[in-house]
């Protein structure tokens, strides 16, 4: 499985996806709005998608899981992937191992 690599650079706002999907910020959100969702919702998602493939089919380290992600802060990523999934990262991996 393949993943736009948008998180790294910091292009993880709506204007950087709505440029990308050559709309413009306000069409996306009526767009997701449409959907019953919120780009903060997809973001989240994609991000919860993307964590739990990096954490079953790498080696990566958490920290940079969480800077691949866009997160500035590691503890923001753990709290976020604590939320997800009702489990810390070691929790996680120790029952799919």
């Known amino acids: 499985m393949r993943y736009p690599n948008y998180y790294p ?9 709505a440029s990308k999907l050559g709309l413009s910020k306000r069409t996306l959100q009526r767009k997701l709005k449409e959907e019953n ?4 919702k997809q973001l989240n998602s994609t ?4 964590a739990i493939h990096y954490i079953r089919n790498t080696d990566m380290t958490t920290n940079d899981i969480a800077y691949l992600l866009g997160y500035a802060e590691l503890n923001s990523f ?3 992937f604590t939320i ?6 070691t929790e996680y991996k120790k029952e799919i191992s």
Do not use: N, P
């Not at 650079?9 to 996806?17: M, Q, S």
């Not at 991000?47 to 993307?50: A, G, K, S, V």
């Not at 997800?84 to 990262?89: A, L, P, V």
């Open 37 to 40: 969702t919120t780009f903060q």
């Open 9 to 17: 650079g910091g292009l993880c706002g709506i204007e950087d996806v």
């Open 47 to 50: 991000r919860e998608t993307l």
């Open 84 to 89: 997800w999934t009702g489990k810390t990262i």
């Open 78 to 80: 753990l709290r976020a």
